[in-house]
């Protein structure tokens, strides 16, 4: 564990970077594992490259005692040791350099380089975590091979792994064993990795596209190895997929995850053995909702993908993290998307988008894809780098189209195999292929920021045109002002007064701030379907009336658009309440009743019908308005969901029955669907949080026989006093409390209880003896759920929500920078909210600048975001 001094950190620019002025030809590593200690020794051959405009040698390093160096195997001591540092002055041209350090992982609560989760242990250097194993050039653009030694007891951790080939094993005295790995493809340090436990192993094998076979396996603690084979018939689905859908070949003969409880993030790529947090490994009908089947889905694929977009081709610098992050967000989108529904998988994402980035974007943190600088880089794993940079891949994707989009990431692979690039190149490539000039373009990169989009229509009856007017504009950010016009590419489609799709998609590609296109052939005054498939990442809003999108929700062809009618109505509908308790809102509750109907007649996607049946959520609300207020966005959406129910409880209840649980249970979208769509109805009937509601979710709690249908019925008591709540709580407790990542959800539906209670509540939660600070899913499952998913008690005027978060970030600083500074999130946006609350964050924010010894991670969240 590092802590800053209060001197002001340094920040890193791009504009700053200068290639390594050492190539490393080899590393061979050597980890002697103690119970007290790790002793590491690094081999590593060190070339000083032609244009080097230094003979310095500066490795990284930190948080390790070195205790022997030699140069050329001869002992050497012409190096200087700073706090993050070693320096050797004029190195030489060539030379090898040996490094004996010790570091000792199990008080390595940081959970950064080397460290212990649950007995077993494990890597993590992405971003840069390696120069807490050994002083090394730690950066992207540094790639080589490596050999790996392992030695520990055998008794205690018989597996000992590491990146490429397994090439010699054996045993030693004493009781302990080794292993040796080589991995043949040069790699940077980020993407190494080590594991070495105790744990049981799941085995599958996998036949390339070339006949290769892959052998697959799955590394669990004992006892979970029954909860992998999604994990394994997901890893052997996104292995397929990417030589179906870009060509792309797995190249060793092995290929390993392991799963761990300690985790940072959700999971990393590091060449060949990926580590993964449990939570998006394990997944068993019994322990496991739909949402987390998909994401296990999601995420083995994300790593996957990683082997070509990530490790085979590398970022040049951490400015460049969106090259690989971006690229494979979209890729696993699509993924995702094709094992399941599209337009359902279009708008989970889309509102995931709205409700975090543009909550980011709308802050004091709003940065580029491409950032600019920056103080500490974990920082920038964010949702602007990875979903904003997702959506920038997509717009390339609809400007070339699938062919000309394949055509040049095929370029792009073929260009940069084995070379560390930019975002710039991975651009050009696009470029290149398709003959299009991708500068204007390029400013998505550089820009922060969610642009606005405006539309109206003019339709000319004697012309038989209509005329679709756009406007776009870019708000200023932190350190960015008066931004350029962006390309922005629109999919419009026209349907006439009955419905009828009278123009089929087209791409119209907006460059400038003002553009008015023209459709001809139009008979009738038509309805525009705009921005088709979110298109494009921004604010849209349109001069369409309520009965035009009352046509939208019912007739359009567009999965997406038809649900996002639904939800502009929606919001439309909440706003008017908002303003004035007694609105006139029956038009929009009537019409909830036709989609409740078509869902009871089965027309359409089932999962499709879930997401129309539900509002938009406050967080999505919220970056809809000007001053948020959440206890008033939940008073107007409740009282909506309360008409909805009292207008059309017999249909929900039809809706319920219609869609009960068949008994076997599946995974298929159908089944799904299906739970999706009951849970809807469930959740609706039960708003009102009377007697008959908590009878209602007891019931559906104890019929179920699956994660999914438990967890809905424990959110549709969270909030109840019920004392059908206690009693259900209480038996999930003792049915799962051998499951770690269900005790997580036990934590997490109780953090987001919209209830009076909640205080005392949270208080005992922190004292459950299952409450564990240093575990980043618990963490997470409490302070994260409370804070991001409790919106009205988390804003309570008392203030006591933020002291909440406060006091952990505070207590988390010191034990995981990273996972503290995560928890700075939901104060970032202090500005926007009412006055009364607006003093109470800036408060709590304050209060933790205040505080002594502040890692860069949180220092730097807090700061910018008071600024
Ligand atoms: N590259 C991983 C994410 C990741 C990033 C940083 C980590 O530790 C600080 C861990 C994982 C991914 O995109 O999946
Ligand atoms: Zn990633």
Redesign the pocket.
Known sequence: MEIESNVTPKTIYLKDYTPAPYRVGHVNLSFTLFEDKTIVKSEVQYIKTADATSGDLVLNGQDQVVTAVEMDGIRFDGYTITAHEMTIKDAGEKFTLTITSEIDPASNTA??GLYKSQGSYCT????E?FRRITYFQDRPDVLSTFSVRIEADKHKYPVLLSNGNLVDTGDLAHGRHFTAWNDPFPKPCYLFALVAGNLVRIEDSFQTMSGRQVALHIYVRAGDEQQCDHAMQSLKKAMKWDEEKYGREYQLDLFNIVAVSD???????NTSLNIFNTKLVLAHQETATDTDFDSVEA?IG??YF?NWT?NRVTCRDWFQLSL??GL??FRDQEFSADMSSRAVKRIDDVDQLRRLQFSEDASPLAHAVQPDNFIEI?NF?TTTV?EKGAELIRMQHTLLGQETYRKAADLYFERYDGHAVTCNDFVQCMADASGRDMSQFFLWYKQAGTPTLKASGQYNAAQQQYTLSLTQSQPDTAGQADKKPLHIPVAVGLLDALGNETHATQILEMTAREQSFTFDHVPSRPVPSILRGFSAPVKLTTDLSDDDLRLLQLKDTDGFNKWESGQTLALRNIERVMADATADISQFVDDFGIIIEQAIAGVGDKALLARALTLPTIAVIAQTQTVIDPAAIDQARTHILKSIKRAHKDALARLYDDNANTGTFSVSPAAMGRRALQNVALELLTVTNGKGCAARAKAHYDGANNMTDRVAALACLSDSTQPERELVFADFYERFKAYQLVVDKWFTLQAMANRPAIFDDFAKLRQHHEFNIKNPNRVRSLYSAFALNNPVQFHHPSGQGYAILRDAIIELNAINP?IASRLVTPLREWKRYTPVLQTQMQDALQAIMNTPNLSNDVFELVSKSLK
């Not at 985790?263 to 790529?269: D, I, L, P, R, T």
């Open positions: 959970l950064e993590q250097c992405e971003a975590g985790f940072n993030m959700g999971a990393m790529e995420v994300h790593e990683h990530g690989k992050e494979t967000v974990s794993y990875y990273q």
